[in-house]
């Protein structure tokens, strides 16, 4: 990637397309706006002509979306920044698929965050953004930051995730575990849905769906070999939802 970063705009709305090159050129002045579109045939083309290093995506678009888009290109070699309206669940599966987005209309302050993530991040890769597609239904994977780029893991292999200060730790059945620059009450937000997944602890989450045991007198549960705590302030919601 040269100094500047070049992007593509693409949104069917002008007055959208307007505002995120207003916003890019007074508060994102490294990233340079090479084309704008209005539809995904024109971008598909503009795309394989200009060879961006990053593409602001609008998803809901008349006839085609964005994901047919991403469809055109065996291979993703520039970066993505999804664009959507507001849906709680939609964003929970970008989070889950670690890809960028910017919700409208857009906050300046997180357009930002994303400028300097497109300084430091490898280019989006094909894995992920299956992963996006696969979790549109239902979410039952999650990626981590590893190496240069993400592991893909199963949520139903994952046995606890432990706090660890301003990192968490995802512990897996495969005894593996992977350390990750975020806060447990992030994990939590993104994996508590039905009750899979538990606070038991204000440092420790827990894969309900696995075989455990619990002991009121030891205040632990015990999942596969992990022995974890259960606090007082977590043990009565814990107990209401599994003890009966």
Request: hydrophobic share 40%; net charge positive; with cysteine.
């Amino acid at each position: 990637m040269t100094n500047k970063i070049q992007a593509i705009i693409i949104d069917d709305e002008l007055s959208a397309r307007e505002n995120l090159r207003y916003l890019l050129k007074y508060h994102c002045p490294d990233i340079v706006v090479i084309s704008e579109v209005s539809n995904v045939d024109n971008a598909i083309i503009d795309i394989k002509k200009y060879t961006p290093d990053v593409v602001f995506l609008d998803i809901e678009m008349p006839q085609k979306n964005g994901f047919q888009l991403l469809e055109a290109f065996s291979k993703i070699n520039f970066q993505i920044v999804f664009i959507t309206a507001y849906d709680s669940y939609a964003i929970k599966a970008f989070e889950v698929a670690a890809l960028d987005y910017l919700l409208k209309p857009i906050d300046v302050n997180r357009l930002k965050e994303v400028n300097q993530k497109l300084r430091t991040v490898a280019l989006e890769s094909n894995n992920r953004l299956q992963l996006l597609k696969e979790n549109k239904k239902e979410i039952t994977k999650i990626a981590i930051p590893y190496k240069s780029d993400y592991a893909i893991l199963n949520i139903e292999d994952i046995i606890c995730v432990e706090a660890d200060r301003m990192y968490s730790i995802l512990h897996l059945k495969n005894t593996k575990k992977y350390i990750t620059a975020k806060k447990l009450s992030y994990y939590e937000s993104l994996l508590t849905e039905n009750n899979q997944f538990v606070r038991t602890h204000r440092s420790w989450l827990v894969n309900t769906n696995l075989n455990m045991s619990y002991s009121k007198k030891e205040k632990q549960v015990v999942v596969e070999s992990f022995k974890v705590p259960v606090s007082k302030s977590y043990k009565e919601r814990f107990e209401a939802i599994y003890i009966s």
